[in-house]
């Protein structure tokens, strides 16, 4: 059975940083494209950052780059998402997806994604 655990998410203040972790259990990952996905009160749920589990290509919402980093410890089977500078307009619950052979521009929808963790609250104060 496929698990994905979030942690890492919190309280903290403009301009700060912080680590949200994946883990991810039940199968062999290699195929699949790791997504992370945030949803704000009342918002959809939009796209924020993907790897590729293989090759670690990675992908970032428009909103993010430069901001957030997306890496994978194979070992670990954890995927990790650094977030610096962080904005209010960031504070959303954070999830962690897996997807199996995504294409590249698949991997920005959350309908490609079969698997879905139980998400981590981000809150960003001014």
């Known amino acids: 059975q496929v698990r994905l655990v979030e942690s890492g998410g919190g309280l903290v203040q403009a301009g700060d940083s912080l680590r949200l972790s994946c883990a991810a259990s039940?199968?062999?990952?290699?195929?699949?494209?790791m997504g992370w996905f945030r949803q704000a009160p009342g918002k959809e749920r939009e796209f924020v950052a993907a790897?590729?589990?293989?090759?670690?290509?990675?992908s970032y919402a428009d909103s993010v780059e430069g901001r957030f980093t997306v890496s994978r410890d194979n070992a670990k089977n954890t995927v990790y998402l650094q977030m610096n500078n962080l904005k209010p307009e960031d504070t959303a619950v954070y999830y962690c997806?897996?997807?199996?052979?995504?294409?590249?521009?698949?991997?920005?929808?959350?309908?490609?994604?079969?698997?879905w963790g139980q998400g981590t609250q981000v809150t960003v104060s001014s």
């Open positions: 997806a897996a997807g199996q052979l995504l294409s590249r521009s698949s991997r920005y929808r959350h309908s490609a994604y079969d698997y």
């Open positions: 790897i590729s589990w293989s090759v670690g290509s990675t």
């Open positions: 039940g199968r062999t990952f290699s195929s699949y494209t």
